[in-house]
């Protein structure tokens, strides 16, 4: 399965589902709770899962901007909400859907925000999944005090912190772990990535901007199962492209950790913010 493959996506979602912190969801929702209606735009993303999880917690009349740079998962994003919803027809380019009495417009962007992100005009709240641990501490500084100009609140969910963790313990757990954060570091079409550190950063930027971020852990506690499966061989194969670690010695972690009765944890943390005075 390829790197952002709505394969990919569709096998994480469920898992994204679980670990989505709750506390920080919590928040985002009583932020927009008095409103009848709020528009969102979500960047990098994919299939529109951060759509799927986060709708019944917002208004009842929403617009969702959903940007990404891969057709191939804005068309599938277009499939996989209109099976999600309970109905949903064509509006313009987009979707018009119901969910649960959520009335929700959807707008599908192609765009490479690689160097700087775009979002429409007004928008109430920018989200993104599993996307600033790929991003420079450069494009963060920028696009945080893009949305400060415009003093927009931001649900960051699902950045990886670079915690990978065995349970039971493997004597090669920690050499893998700090060799993966090693490789997280490399360009991922941002300028060289934050990697583990971005989701402090991104708090620490926030702040420094005038926002006062909620944040929390968001782990994925994998068991056996194909989402481990296609994880550790991930890791495994990025850890093997840093050359730290000799490939028979990398196949006997990979072999021993995806095995019935291991537990994986992919750290991840969530963060809700807003400008101090709202
Ligand atoms: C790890 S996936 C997360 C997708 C989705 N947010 C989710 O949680 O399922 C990262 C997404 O960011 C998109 N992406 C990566 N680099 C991008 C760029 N430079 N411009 C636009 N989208 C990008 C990928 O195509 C992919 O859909």
């Not at 917690?57 to 209109?82: C, G, H, I, S």
């Not at 994925?220 to 061989?233: D, F, Q, R």
């Not at 730290?244 to 992919?266: H, R």
Request: net charge negative.
């Amino acid at each position: 399965m390829s790197g952002f493959s709505p394969d990919w996506l569709a096998l994480r979602e469920p898992a994204d589902r679980l670990a989505r912190n709750r506390d920080v969801l919590a928040v985002s929702a009583l932020y927009f709770a008095a409103r009848p209606r709020v528009s969102v735009c979500d960047l990098g993303a994919g299939t529109g899962s951060s759509l799927r999880a986060l709708a019944e917690l917002l208004p009842p009349e929403q617009d969702w901007t959903l940007v990404d740079y891969d057709a191939a998962n804005l068309k599938a994003a277009r499939e996989v909400l209109t099976a999600w919803a309970d109905t949903a027809k064509p509006q313009g380019e987009g979707l018009l859907l119901e969910k649960s009495g959520k009335r929700i417009t959807v707008r599908l962007w192609q765009q490479d925000f690689g160097r700087e992100a775009h979002w429409p005009e007004s928008v109430d709240l920018i989200t993104a999944s599993a996307l600033f641990d790929l991003v420079s501490a450069a494009w963060l500084e920028r696009f945080v005090a893009a949305l400060a100009k415009e003093r927009t609140p931001l649900l960051a969910m699902l950045t990886a912190n670079g915690e990978i963790s065995g349970h039971p313990y493997h004597r090669l757990d920690e050499q893998v772990a700090a060799s993966f954060r090693r490789h997280q570091t490399r360009d991922k079409g941002f300028g060289p990535s934050a990697g583990a550190d971005a989701a402090r950063l991104l708090e620490e930027i926030l702040t420094e901007n005038g926002y006062r971020p909620v944040g929390g852990e968001s782990p994925w506690m994998l068991k056996y199962s194909s989402l481990l499966t296609e994880t550790a061989t991930g890791i495994a194969g990025a850890v093997a492209e840093t050359g730290d670690i000799p490939t028979d010695t990398l196949q006997e972690w990979l072999m021993q950790t995806c095995l019935p009765g291991k537990t994986l944890t992919i750290g991840h943390r969530d963060v809700f913010a807003a400008m101090i005075s709202d």
